[in-house]
C-alpha cells in the first residue's frame, strides 16, 4: 500500500521511488560491486539463506528503488527492518560501502511513505518523537519499575510463574530489565567531578539514556575509572539523547534536532574530549559531523564535536595517564565486541588491549566475538523471534569458551547476554568493561598499598 | 503453462516455502559479481534440498521448455548465474551438506552449495586440505568451483578445482540423473566426463554431487616479500625458482598502481616507486620450507629485487600478506564502479603483458592497476570506473579488446579462472578457433538439444543453433 508522504519533504530529493528526506545518495549506493563477501559475514543472511536478506541484496533493493526498477515496497521496507545494522559487512566490504546508512535511509523512507495503523503511528510517534526527546520523560517512566524491583513486586511476579501467560515479547521485556535499578545517574552525579590528583584534561561525559537509567553503577565505575586517570569528568545535565533510536527506528532526519542541541551545549563546556560508555551513542555522535555537513551554521561545529568524541574504551587505550596493568583482576575474562564499537566505530584493538593489560586477568577468546548478539536497540523485540535465533549461536558460543565473566562495552548488548546467560543457566557475569576495570584499579591499590606498607 | 501453473507444479515439488517469485526476490535474484553487464529478470526461484527435487525440476522444465539457470552464491565474475528474461533460478544453497571425509581414501563427498571455506576447514581439523582457493572462497560455493573450474592463488603448486575432481553426480537438462567417477585414483572408463562438465558453466548439467580428493595438510609454511625495480625481474624470479626445483605455493604480484593504491589505503610502508611487488609462499615439511625459503630469498635477490623481506612468524607472515589482501579492497574505494578482469600468459610473457596493460590505459585514458598469480602468470586487470559514463564503458570494452588479443597473441587465455559467462562469449571463437567452437557445439547440442539450460552463457543462443 502506497501513501502519501506524511512530512514534508526538506529537499525535495527524488531518487526513483525515493523522495522527500533522508533519500539516500546514489553514489554511496552505486559503490557496491555485489562481490559478495558481505554474505558469509551477515547473521540474517545465515540464517534465512536468501539473496534479499543479505547486505547485498538489500542494497540491491535499494538500488532498484532509486533506478525506478522496483516500487518502495512493505517487502523492501521488511528487508531494512530485518537487517540488524550490526554492519559486520561493512568491516567485510571490499569497496566501503555504506550499508549502515543506506539501511537507516531505507527505514526513513519507509517511515515516510508506507502504511502503518493509526494507533502505531502514534505509539512510535510517542516513543520516538515524545519520550526519548527528553531524558526526564524516560526517567520518569523508568520510576515504576525502580518501583516494582525494590518493593518485592518483581520477585513475587517471577516465582509466581505469572510471567509464563504471558506472550513471548512481553514476557521478553519484563525479563531483560536488569535487577537493581539505582537512581539515574544524571539525577545523582556531580555536574563536575575533579581529577585525582592532577588535571591532564576536561572530559566531556555523554551519558546515554540506557547507561544512565539501566545502568547507572556502570557509568559510575566510567566516571571513577576517568577520575583516576587525570580526567575532570564534566557531566551537563541538559543533554538529550544522541538520536541512536530514532535514527534506527526511521526517525534519522530528527536527529539532526537533537545533534544540534547537543554539540549547542557541549560546545560551552570547553571540553578536550566527549566520552560515551554506549557504543551505540558513541557510533551516532561520531556521524553527527556527516548528518550536519550540508548546514551552514553547524557544519564546523559538529566536526569538531565528532572529532572530540570518543568511546570510553578507545580513550583509555589512547590515553597516556592511565594504564591497565596498574589494575589487578582475577579471573576468566572474556570479550564480546558490539557491533556498534567494532564494525560501526571501527575500535577493536583498543578495548582488547586496555582488557588484557590487567594484571592477573586470564583472557580467554570468545568464539565469532564479531558476530552480533541480536540486540540491535529495540531488535530484540521489534523481531523478536530472529533475534532469539542469532543469541543462541552467541550463546553457543559464550558457553564453549567457558568464562567466569563476560566483558561488553554497550547497555544494549549486556541486557541481551545478561538475559541469555540466566536463560541457559550459565553461571557468568556480565559486566562492562569500565566496571571490570574500576575494580581491577581498586584491587591493583590495595595490592600497592598493601605492598608500600 | 501458464508461469502460475509452472509456479503450482514448483511447490509441489520443494513445498511452497521454498519457491520464491516476489518483486523483491526475482530483483536480488537477478545478478552475480559481475561489474557492468545487463541482467534478466527470472520468473521464480526455486530452492531445492535433494537431488530428486532437482530432477524432479529439471523434468518439468525439459516438458515445457522452461529455461533453468542454476546458481550457488552467485559470486561469479562472467555472469554465468545472472538471470535471463523469464528463466527459473535453480538456487542450490539449501543442498550444503558434507556428506563424508573419507580420511582413508583421502576423499571428500559434498553438495553442491558447500562453502568452499567450509570444506578446507572441515578438511584441516582432520589433518587435511583442500588446496583450490579461490578469492571468493568464503562464499562461493563447490559447485559453482566446478562450473567454473575456479583456481585461486595456491594453484600454480597445486592446481585448480577440476585436478581434484573425482566424481560428479549430474543432472541432465532433460531431468535423468547419471554418476561419473569414484574414489580410486585410476579409473578410465569411458570419456572423463567428470572433467567435461568442470567449467562448463551450468550449460550442460547440474552438479548435484562432488567427491573431490583431499592431500595431507602441509604442517609449515613460510613467507616472504620482494620489491622490484623491473617487471621482468619479477617474472624471472619465478622461472628461477623453478629451474631451482622449488614450487612456490603462492607467488602473488602487485604492480606500481596497486602498490600506491595500497599504500594510500592501508599505509603498510610499501616503497612507492617499486615497480612490481612479489608475495610468495613456501608450504610444507619444516626442514623443506626452511631450505626453500633462504634459497628463494636469494635468488630474488640474485634477479635484482632491491629488497626481500621473510616473516620470523605467522604474526609477521599476516603482515607482510597484508599487502596482498588489501589490494583489491584499496583498488575498489577509489571509483563507484571496479571491474576485475582476468587475463593469463605463459609466465616468460608476464613482463611484455604487464607493458602492454599500462600502456593501453594511457591510450584509453584508464585507471587500471593489475594484480594476480605471477607462477601461473594469471594476471587481474583492474579497471577503476564509473559505469555511469558511458564513454568511458565504451572506452573500456575496446581496451580490453585489445588486452585480450594480445593475450592470446601471446599464448594465453583471456580468461583464466573467471569463466566466459557472457562477459566474454565474443572472445571464445578467437580463441577454439572454427572447429573447437564447432566441438563445443555439438557437445552442447548432445546433451541440451532444447537449450533450456543456461542459454547464450559460454555460446550464443545463434551458435548453438
Known amino acids: 500500500m502506497h501513501q502519501t508522504a506524511v512530512s514534508k519533504p526538506l529537499s525535495g530529493v527524488t531518487l526513483g521511488y525515493f523522495d522527500g528526506v533522508d533519500v539516500p545518495e546514489y553514489d554511496k549506493i552505486l559503490n557496491c560491486m555485489r562481490c559478495g563477501m558481505c554474505l558469509p559475514h551477515c547473521p540474517t543472511y545465515s540464517l534465512k539463506q536468501v539473496e534479499r536478506s543479505s547486505p547485498r541484496g538489500r542494497v540491491a533493493l535499494i538500488r532498484a528503488v532509486a533506478d525506478g526498477r522496483l516500487e518502495l515496497s512493505q517487502g523492501v521496507a521488511d528487508e531494512a527492518f530485518l537487517c540488524l545494522d550490526c554492519r559486520a559487512c561493512e568491516t567485510a566490504c571490499p569497496a566501503g560501502v555504506r550499508v549502515g546508512y543506506l539501511i537507516e535511509a531505507a527505514r526513513s523512507q519507509s517511515e515516510q511513505h508506507l502504511f502503518r495503523p493509526w494507533w502505531q503511528r502514534v505509539a512510535r510517534w510517542f516513543i520516538f518523537e515524545f519520550m526519548f526527546l527528553r531524558q526526564w520523560r524516560l526517567e520518569l517512566a523508568a520510576l515504576p519499575l525502580r518501583f516494582y524491583q525494590k518493593s518485592g513486586l518483581r520477585k513475587l511476579v517471577h516465582s509466581s510463574g505469572l510471567l509464563k501467560l504471558l506472550p513471548k515479547t512481553l514476557r521478553f521485556m519484563e525479563e531483560i530489565v536488569p535487577d537493581g535499578l539505582e537512581r539515574p545517574l544524571r539525577l545523582s552525579l556531580a555536574d563536575e567531578v575533579p581529577a585525582i590528583g592532577e588535571e591532564k584534561a576536561r572530559v566531556g561525559f555523554f551519558l546515554g539514556c540506557m547507561m544512565s537509567i539501566l545502568f547507572s553503577k556502570t557509568s559510575r565505575a566510567t566516571v571513577d575509572v576517568l577520575t583516576k586517570s587525570g580526567c575532570r569528568v564534566i557531566t551537563p545535565k541538559a543533554q538529550r539523547c544522541c538520536g541512536a533510536p530514532l535514527a534506527n527506528e526511521g526517525f534519522k532526519d530528527k536527529v539532526k534536532d537533537l545533534a544540534r542541541f547537543n554539540i549547542d551545549l557541549f560546545e560551552t563546556l570547553n ?29 564546523e561545529r559538529a566536526i569538531t564535536f565528532s572529532h572530540k568524541s570518543r568511546d570510553i574504551t578507545e580513550f583509555l587505550a589512547e590515553w597516556p595517564h592511565f594504564d591497565s596493568s596498574k589494575g589487578t583482576y582475577e579471573g576468566r575474562v572474556c570479550y564480546d565486541q558490539p557491533c556498534h564499537l567494532q564494525h560501526a566505530q571501527k575500535v577493536c584493538n583498543q578495548p582488547h588491549s586496555v582488557i588484557r593489560n590487567v594484571k592477573q586477568l586470564e583472557f580467554v577468546d570468545l568464539p565469532e566475538s564479531d558476530w552480533c548478539c541480536g540486540s540491535a536497540g529495540t531488535y530484540n523485540i521489534t523481531q523478536h523471534e530472529v533475534s532469539m535465533e542469532i543469541l543462541d549461536r552467541k550463546m553457543g558460543n559464550v558457553a564453549k569458551a567457558n568464562p567466569e565473566v563476560l566483558l561488553t562495552a554497550n547497555p544494549g548488548c549486556m541486557l541481551q547476554l545478561q538475559w541469555g546467560v540466566k536463560q541457559k543457566g550459565l553461571d557468568i557475569k556480565v559486566m562492562h568493561v569500565t566496571e571490570m576495570l574500576s575494580e581491577a584499579l581498586k584491587n591493583g591499590a590495595e595490592v600497592i598499598d598493601k605492598s608500600s606498607s | 503453462m501458464t508461469t502460475l501453473e509452472i509456479i503450482n507444479e514448483l511447490q509441489g515439488i520443494v513445498g511452497p516455502a521454498y519457491v520464491l517469485y516476489s518483486a523483491e526476490d526475482l530483483t536480488t535474484y537477478s545478478y552475480d559479481g559481475t561489474a557492468g553487464i545487463a541482467t534478466g529478470t527470472p520468473m521464480a526461484v526455486v ?30 565474475l562472467s555472469g554465468g548465474s545472472t538471470a535471463i528474461n523469464g528463466c527459473l533460478i535453480l538456487q542450490l544453497n539449501r543442498m550444503n551438506r558434507i556428506l563424508e571425509i573419507d580420511t582413508i581414501n583421502l576423499t571428500a563427498f559434498v553438495e553442491p552449495g558447500v562453502i568452499t571455506a567450509d570444506l578446507d576447514k572441515a578438511a584441516a ?32 603448486k597445486y592446481g585448480v578445482t577440476e585436478d581434484y575432481l573425482m566424481g560428479l553426480e549430474v543432472v541432465l537438462p532433460d531431468g535423468r540423473v547419471f554418476w561419473t567417477g569414484g574414489k580410486t585414483k585410476k579409473d578410465v572408463a569411458g570419456y572423463n566426463l567428470k572433467k567435461m562438465f568442470a567449467s562448463s558453466e551450468g550449460t550442460l548439467g547440474v552438479v548435484t554431487k562432488i567427491l573431490v580428493r583431499l592431500i595431507p595438510r602441509p604442517p609449515a609454511v613460510a613467507t616472504l616479500l620482494a620489491y622490484y625495480d623491473d617487471v621482468a625481474q619479477a617474472g624471472d624470479t619465478v622461472t628461477a625458482m623453478v629451474a631451482a626445483g622449488i614450487i612456490p605455493c603462492t607467488v602473488e604480484f602487485l604492480d606500481n598502481v596497486v602498490i600506491n593504491t595500497v599504500e594510500d589505503f592501508a599505509q603498510l610502508g610499501l616503497p612507492r616507486d617499486a615497480t612490481a611487488l612479489l608475495l610468495i609462499q613456501t608450504d610444507g615439511h619444516p626442514a623443506v620450507v626452511e631450505d626453500e625459503a633462504q634459497k628463494i630469498e636469494q635468488l630474488c635477490l640474485q634477479q635484482g629485487a632491491r629488497e626481500v623481506k621473510r616473516a620470523k612468524d605467522m604474526a609477521e607472515g599476516d603482515r607482510l600478506a597484508a599487502a596482498r589482501r588489501n589490494a583489491f579492497s584499496s583498488l575498489a574505494r577509489i571509483s563507484p564502479t571496479t571491474v576485475l578482469e582476468d587475463a593469463s600468459v605463459p609466465r616468460s610473457e608476464l613482463a611484455t603483458m604487464l607493458t602492454f596493460i599500462q600502456d593501453v590505459a594511457k591510450r584509453y585514458n584508464l585507471r587500471i592497476g593489475t594484480f594476480g598469480h605471477a607462477g601461473d602468470g594469471n594476471l587481474h586487470p583492474t579497471v577503476l570506473i564509473d559505469e555511469r559514463h558511458e564513454d568511458e564503458m565504451h572506452r573500456m570494452h575496446q581496451a580490453f579488446e585489445e588486452i585480450f588479443a594480445k593475450a592470446i597473441e601471446l599464448g594465453g587465455t583471456v580468461t583464466g579462472e573467471h569463466g566466459v559467462g557472457y562477459a566474454k562469449r565474443e572472445f571464445l571463437p578467437s580463441m577454439l578457433g572454427d572447429t573447437g567452437m564447432d566441438v563445443t557445439r555439438r557437445i552442447k547440442r548432445a546433451l541440451d538439444p532444447k537449450g533450456i539450460l543456461n542459454p547464450g552463457k559460454m555460446l550464443t543462443v545463434e551458435e548453438v543453433q
Open chain 2, 125 to 156: 581439523e582432520l589433518g587435511l586440505f583442500y588446496p583450490p582457493d579461490p578469492g571468493s572462497m568464503k562464499i562461493s560455493t563447490m559447485g559453482g568451483n566446478v562450473a567454473e573450474n575456479s583456481g585461486g592463488l595456491r594453484c600454480f
Open chain 2, 47 to 76: 530452492q531445492p534440498v535433494s537431488t530428486e527435487e532437482v530432477s524432479a525440476i529439471m523434468h518439468l522444465a525439459d516438458r515445457e521448455e522452461i529455461v533453468v539457470v542454476p546458481r550457488g552464491s552467485g559470486t561469479g
Open chain 1, 271 to 299: 571540553v578536550d574530549y566527549i566520552v560515551s560508555d554506549c557504543a551505540a551513542c558513541g557510533c551516532v555522535l561520531k556521524e553527527y559531523e556527516e548528518m550536519l555537513e550540508d548546514d551552514p551554521e553547524y557544519a
